[in-house]
Every structure is written in structure tokens, then in C-alpha cells.
């Protein structure tokens, strides 16, 4: 079964660091690329970042650049978001998704990321 | 960056109603547009992409309409198993953005 799943979330304190990671599996991970989603308790949907298959080119929402980092490692088959000076505003539920011609075709459960002191 | 707009924001509709969501883009994206269902605690499942293209597995009942800057998504009988909230997002560019969510409650 085509599946993600995301860890490293936690409680964090404001000003702090923190990585998510995404494993992937039963698909070529290499081939797609691969996008952090958030959500905020009680709000809509914000996309964070995207990463192509290579690594290569990456995206950012304004939100969160020059703070967050994207990245992935093709032969562990893990995406991973690299998140500093975290900010109450960046508490929400982190998913990872697969991106394709068809959008966001497979979602991952997500990670609950709490920014407070 | 392209702002999306959904309307309504809350829908009150009974079993076997039809039920139509309309999305608004702030400058063109061809069909270059999906649409999501969410429920309570739970990842977002895709429903709609290229904006009539029904994802595999997704109830026909389920459609989607439009192009350019109007969209719509209808639901042709209302389920008890429809009631969630419904986004739309465009991927003609990035920033990849959402509408702010449509809940489908039970009237």
C-alpha cells in the first residue's frame, strides 16, 4: 500500500528548532515531488513547502522562508522539514503529501508541531 | 500569488440533497485545480483533480466543473458519509494555495 507517515513532531519552545520527517512507501520516491501541508487547530489548509524528485528545486510559502528547509534523502526514501525560530503562529498538524499531475494524490496523517513556552 | 475563494463557508443540507461548491480564483489556472474532502481529525483525501477528473475510488456521485477561474464541485445525492469539509486548491503555480474550506453539515 502507497503510504506516509510523518514523526518529529512535539512541543517546542518558541525561538526553537525542531525536524519532521516523512517515510515513504511502495511507490518510486525518487519520481515525485513531495510537499509539507499544515494546519492550524480549528483552520484551513496552508501549503508549506514543496521539493522536487531530485532535490534539486525547491519552494517556499513566505510564512515560513528563510526559517524552514526542505529536504529529502532519495535513498532512504524520507522527505524531512527542517523548521528554526519557530513561532506560536507555526503550531499546527504537519503533513507530508505526494505530488503529482493529479495535485496531492496520497497524504500522510500528520504531525502535531506545538510552539509555546 | 493566486488567492482561491470558496463559497459558502458553511452548507446545511439533508440526505439525498444535491449540493454544489463554488470556487473562485483570483487570475486564470486553466483546469489546474482539485478539490479535497477532510473530516475531523484526519488527512485531507483527494476527490477531484484537473478539475473534472474523479480520482480512483471516489463515489460518482461526486463531480467537478470549470475552468479558467470558476469552479464548481456538486455532490449529485447527498450521503451520510459526505458530511466533512471540502477544499479546493490550485496547482498552476506555486505558491500551491487553498480555498478556506467549505463544512457540509447535517440540517
Redesign the interface.
Known amino acids: 500500500e502507497v503510504q506516509l507517515v510523518e514523526s518529529g513532531g512535539g512541543l517546542v519552545q518558541p525561538g526553537g528548532s525542531l525536524r519532521l520527517s516523512c517515510a515513504a512507501s511502495e511507490f518510486i520516491f525518487s519520481n515525485y515531488a513531495m510537499t509539507w501541508v499544515r494546519q492550524a487547530p480549528g483552520k484551513g489548509l496552508e501549503w508549506v513547502s514543496v521539493i522536487s524528485g531530485s532535490g534539486g528545486s525547491t519552494y517556499y510559502a513566505d510564512s515560513v522562508k528563510g526559517r524552514f528547509t526542505i529536504s529529502r534523502d532519495n535513498s532512504k526514501n524520507t522527505l524531512y522539514l527542517q523548521m528554526s525560530s519557530l513561532r506560536a503562529e507555526d503550531t499546527a498538524v504537519y503533513h507530508c503529501a505526494k505530488e503529482t499531475m493529479k495535485a496531492f494524490d496520497i497524504w500522510g496523517q500528520g504531525t502535531m508541531v506545538t510552539v509555546s513556552s | 500569488d493566486i488567492q482561491m475563494t470558496q463559497s459558502p463557508s458553511t452548507l446545511s443540507s439533508s440526505v439525498g440533497d444535491r449540493v454544489t461548491i463554488t470556487c473562485r480564483a483570483s487570475q486564470s489556472i486553466s483546469a489546474?485545480l482539485?478539490w479535497?474532502q477532510?473530516k475531523p481529525g484526519?488527512?485531507?483525501?483527494?476527490l477531484i483533480?484537473?478539475a473534472s477528473?474523479l480520482?480512483s475510488g471516489v463515489p460518482s456521485r461526486f463531480s467537478g466543473s470549470g475552468s479558467g477561474t470558476e469552479f464548481t464541485l456538486t455532490i449529485s445525492s447527498l450521503q451520510p458519509d459526505d458530511f466533512a469539509t471540502y477544499?479546493c486548491?490550485q496547482?498552476n503555480s506555486?505558491?500551491?494555495?487553498?480555498?478556506?474550506?467549505t463544512k457540509v453539515e447535517i440540517k
Open positions: 489546474w482539485a479535497y477532510q484526519k488527512a485531507p483525501n483527494l483533480y484537473k477528473s480520482e477544499y486548491q496547482y506555486y505558491p500551491r494555495t487553498f480555498g478556506q474550506g
